[in-house]
C-alpha cells in the first residue's frame, strides 16, 4: 500500500488565499518531499524537508513535519493561479525507495 | 538540469503483446524509478534501480520486469500487455542520493487495447 495519504484529495481557493495540504505516512522516514505536477507533465520537486526538522520554507512554502504524528503540511500562502496543479508527499521509508501518496489537486481561481 | 528521456513518449498496443519503455539518463545517477500514474491512485512504485543490474521490486511490480545494463538506461517491460496496465508510466532518477531527491521525465501514455 502507498505510504503517504494526502487530505483534501481536491482545493479550490481564489486567488491570495492560502492553500494548505496534509500528508500522513505509516512508517518510519529519513526525510519526506513535496512534489508538484501540472497537468499531463512529470512531477517537480518543491521541498524536502528532514526528520529532524519541523519546519522548512521556501518561498511562498511553509511545510511542517510532525515525525510523532506522522503527519506533514504544505502551506502555499498567496496563491496564484499559477499554482494550480496536483501535489505529492513522497517518503523515504527510510530508505531510497521513494514512494508517493495520491496527490491533492489544487485549483486557484483568478 | 539532469537529463531524462523516455521512450515512446505516446504508445497504443494490443493485449498480449511485448512492450518495453525505455528511460534514459545523460549523467550517472545510481538510483532510476519506474512509477505508474493512474486516476485515484497517485503514483506507484513499479520497480526500482540502484546500480546496474541491481534492482528491486516495487509495491505493483507484478506483470512487469525490468533491465539495467548499463548506468544510463532503465527499462521496463510488460511481458504480456493487458488492459489494467493502460496508464501513464514515469520515470525518474535520485539526482541526491544522501536525500532521494528525485528528476522526473515527462511520461509515457501507454494504451492497450
Known amino acids: 500500500s502507498q505510504q503517504g495519504e494526502e487530505d483534501p484529495q481536491a482545493l479550490s481557493i481564489q486567488e491570495g488565499e492560502n492553500a494548505t495540504m496534509n500528508c500522513s505516512y505509516k512508517?518510519?522516514?529519513?526525510?519526506l518531499q513535496w512534489y508538484r505536477q501540472n497537468s499531463g507533465r512529470g512531477l517537480v520537486h518543491l521541498i524536502l524537508?528532514?526528520?529532524?526538522?519541523r519546519e522548512k520554507h521556501s518561498g511562498r512554502l511553509r511545510v511542517t513535519l510532525d515525525t510523532s504524528k506522522k503527519s506533514s503540511s504544505l502551506l502555499i500562502t498567496a496563491s496564484r493561479a499559477a499554482d494550480t496543479a496536483s501535489y505529492f508527499c513522497?517518503?523515504?521509508?527510510?530508505?531510497?525507495?521513494?514512494?508517493f501518496g495520491k496527490g491533492t489537486k489544487l485549483t486557484v481561481n483568478p | 538540469d539532469a537529463g531524462i528521456t523516455q521512450s515512446p513518449r505516446h504508445k497504443v498496443t494490443e493485449t498480449g503483446t511485448p512492450v518495453t519503455l525505455r528511460c534514459h539518463q545523460t549523467?550517472?545517477?545510481?538510483?532510476m524509478y519506474w512509477y505508474r500514474q493512474d486516476p485515484g491512485h497517485g503514483l506507484r512504485l513499479i520497480h526500482y534501480?540502484?546500480?546496474?543490474?541491481?534492482?528491486d521490486k516495487g509495491e505493483v511490480s507484478d506483470g512487469y520486469s525490468v533491465s539495467r545494463s548499463k548506468t544510463e538506461d532503465f527499462l521496463l517491460t510488460l511481458e504480456s500487455a493487458t488492459s489494467s496496465q493502460t496508464s501513464v508510466y514515469f520515470c525518474?532518477?535520485?539526482?541526491?542520493?544522501?536525500?532521494?531527491?528525485?528528476?522526473f521525465g515527462q511520461g509515457t501514455r501507454l494504451t492497450v487495447v
Open positions: 525518474a532518477i535520485s539526482i541526491n542520493s544522501g536525500t532521494g531527491e528525485a528528476f
Open positions: 512508517t518510519s522516514i529519513n526525510n
Open positions: 524537508i528532514r526528520s529532524n526538522e
Open positions: 513522497a517518503t523515504d521509508g527510510g530508505s531510497e525507495k521513494l514512494v
Open positions: 549523467e550517472n545517477h545510481r538510483y
Open positions: 534501480s540502484y546500480g546496474v543490474k541491481d534492482t
